[in-house]
């Protein structure tokens, strides 16, 4: 309760005992310790701020790149507007990115989000998106329906 240990130890062969007192001692006086919490709670709000900052980049970092990896791998199938739109926005986020302004940044990504969209109805239909970012009708695929029923080993041996 106080910070101070008693600590002893005894050779049982040697019957030699040894003891120690540990008390805490951080070095920091009760004034530095209050000041430092003082400090603390000023710039609260500082680092709450940058950590919502820092959050921001990541995720126009993280959008940023996952959406150049799906132009280079699947670019072929937008047109050029869809293009030249999405590259626009891959831009102007990365000015955004390099400022300390979280509104601009978010602004940004949600920019790009919105020009994406054209690339990812065209990664998820397959399709050439035309210039207002509507699929074309995928090509026409031999679907069958049917119906399906599990057997057990049960059913077959009856």
Do not use: C, Y
């Not at 040697?14 to 070095?27: H, V």
């Not at 990812?120 to 679907?143: L, T």
């Amino acid at each position: 309760a106080n910070g101070i240990m008693h600590v002893s130890a005894k050779d049982k062969k040697t019957g030699r005992e040894q003891r120690i007192e540990i008390k805490s001692g951080s070095g920091l006086s009760e004034d530095e310790i209050q000041r430092m919490v003082r400090d603390a709670e000023a710039n609260k709000e500082d680092d709450r701020k940058f950590h919502e900052l820092v959050g921001a980049r990541n995720r126009g970092d993280a959008l940023k790149h996952d959406v150049r990896a799906k132009v280079t791998e699947h670019g072929g199938k937008l047109a050029g507007p869809d293009i030249a739109r999405i590259e626009e926005a891959l831009a102007d986020l990365d000015r955004a990115l390099k400022a300390d302004d979280k509104a601009q940044i978010e602004a940004k990504t949600a920019a790009l989000e919105g020009a994406a969209q054209a690339l990812a109805a065209a990664v998820a239909g397959g399709g050439q998106a035309n210039a207002e970012g509507a699929d074309a009708p995928p090509p026409a695929d031999d679907v069958v329906d049917a119906e399906f029923s599990e057997v057990s080993d049960d059913d077959k041996k009856s």
